[in-house]
């Protein structure tokens, strides 16, 4: 049976309610850690789109991959953090020019090279808990 429209934007609206719900109670790090989830999933969706033939700037996965970027670093608390909110700034910036010339090119390639460091620091974040 194939979803109907209603039916799809029921589904979306309740995931979106669902992931609403988890970050009221999630402490930070699991905040960042569902960043990372959605990072990586909109990355992903951005590569399966250029292997499917399509044209991915200006689509919502890169928005979205793009404005998470920039809110993990402008969240960093660099008093705090130190050297290593410095170091991690450093990558988050890296990984947003890697982003934007990965979608200008449309290279599912570089965006699975981007994606493959995504997953090494979300790895290395999720072992915080």
Sequence with gaps: MAATPSTVRATGLYRRLQHESRALAADPVELVT?????????????????????????????????TILIGLDANLDRDAGGDVAIALSRVYRSMRRKLDDAVSANSAESLDELLNGIVTISSAWRQLR
């Design 34 to 66: 569902m960043l990372y989830d959605e990072l990586e999933t909109a990355v992903g969706v951005l590569a399966s789109m250029v292997r499917q033939g399509q044209r991915i700037s200006a689509t919502e996965p890169a928005r979205r991959a793009r």
